[in-house]
């Protein structure tokens, strides 16, 4: 028995290899450069807390958390009623359902820097899909993103379109709701929004509560796309891009860091809360 | 009675066509941007910049594809992808279910404190440790290089572990207590036993580090400098840059060839993408 255990240490002796170097380390390091003055190629000269203290009083930094957190609080809500939505549709044995789930997920796979270019082309002001569409109406359609009032409303129309990401989730979820609770639910006369309430939705809580965390740290962590497209008055400013411009645009690597920190807090602090909250909503056996 | 009968039928049949008209709706909005894509990559200038919209071009052109080829060699930088993703994929997928089997199959001390510790570091935004991380490797000299996009990954990944974990956990003790009494060494139960039933999984978790990497833009912006370096990604973020101006029609052919193989994946090996989440274990 003695030899069995020295060779399960063996076998995940690579994570804590990586866990050592690529993480406790860096994280370490990470601690101290947020208090340097560094940008690469000189000494880094050692400056205290000053980073944390400039960081809160620029207005840049300011901004690009007010624009994170602004498309975090419509976006992770609206993502998920998106994807719960898609869920309940593809989740009916219906011919072609399979072909449906295929679609409904494609956009969530297919991510990147493509897609985002063809965004930007469909949110083309002038020649774009959507106006084209919207003008077939009547309507005039605004600049999206080159008007700072449509930004926020551009990047929300793509992560709808990419809500397909936790359908999967969902799925399982649903497939895991026992039909005979439906059937006794139907025997006692409840109708459908009943058993939509009091069966379906309390049982996916947890499933939700798992794609609501996940989802406010993607959206805090937001980048290729806001990299891609940016947006009018510095609207697509989001805070990974800023933190990706400081670092590697102007090389200011303790600041950066610094940024990185925050972002660690408070996607830690957001986690708390929401978990804080799971006792009053999400529902456990 | 017979009454309530067909009526009952008549609104079943009602559910059914509602729910096509909102499902083909749904999924039309989701090919959308597909079709715009391919439509605009095979218009003639005149055609892509017409308002009202044209969905289909009158007159079908292949002149965007051979100049996007001619901004970026497009096949050389999915090369350059798949030159990091190769080597990733194998190394995540093989040390991952390694450790997933040792914390699966072994007590051993700090068994459990280790896990939570894996568990705490699925957590941690990869951001705070992405700049320590790049000056280790710019100070060993590995600016530049595909290394550090390649080697962390042969020290496998956190939720690749979990999730095999998870597998390797629903597996019955008396398969590899056989082996063991037999005197099997146990990266041979490991091979013998695990590999093959976890094989669903290995594919599954295969594919999303693919998709992982092929669809990565932050680091290789990070760890990339050069043109004759860039991946799929990184042409056809710096794309515009290179012609000056944002031209739709190549731009559009570029996206598509980019976007085609990751299509055809995802149809291809439909199975593994669909089934890769609800899969907790072995069957049978």
Known sequence: MKKREKAGFFFILPWLIGLIVFTAFPMIAAVYISMTDWDIVGNAAFIGINNYKMLFSSEEFIRSLWVTVRYAVIAVPLIIATSLTMAVLVSKNRKGSGVFRVIYYMPAIVSGVAVAIVFKWILDPSYGLLNGVLSF????????LYDPDWVLPSYLIMAVWGAGGSLLTYLAALKDIPEDLYGAAMIDGANVFQRVKYITVPLMTPIIFYNLVLGIIGAFRKFTDAYVLG????????????LYEEAFGHYRMGYATALAWVLFVIILLLTFIVNWTKKYWVYSE | MRKTTTSAIWFRRFKTVM????????????????VWM??????????????????????????????ALEVVPIFKCMLNTLIIAVPKILGEVFVSALVAFGFARFHFKGRNFLFMIMLATMMLPYEVTMIPTFMVWSGLGFSDSYVPLILPAFCGSAS?????????????RDYEEAAWIDGAKNLKVFRMIFVPLAKPALITISL???????????????????????????????????????????????????????????LYAQKYFMEGVKMGGVKG
């Open chain 1, 137 to 144: 109406f009547g309507i005039q359609g605004p600049d999206w």
């Open chain 1, 231 to 242: 947006g009018a008055g510095k609207e697509g400013n989001f805070y990974m891009v800023y």
């Open chain 2, 19 to 34: 729910w096509y008209v909102v499902t083909i709706f749904g999924a039309v909005i989701m090919l959308l941007p597909f």
């Open chain 2, 38 to 67: 391919v439509s605009t990559s095979f218009k003639v200038e005149n055609e892509i910049f017409s308002m009202p919209i044209r969905w289909f071009p009158k007159k079908v052109t292949i002149a965007n594809y051979t100049r």
């Open chain 2, 160 to 172: 690749f572990i979990f999730f095999l974990r998870m597998y390797f956990e629903t597996v019955p």
């Open chain 2, 208 to 266: 999303w580090s693919f998709m992982g990497t092929w669809n990565d833009l932050l680091g290789q912006l990070i760890y990339i400098d050069s043109q004759p370096k860039y991946t799929i990604q990184l042409a056809l973020a710096s794309f515009s840059s290179m012609t000056g101006e944002t031209l739709w029609g190549p731009l559009m052919a570029a996206s598509f060839m980019a976007l085609i193989p990751v299509i055809a994946l995802l």
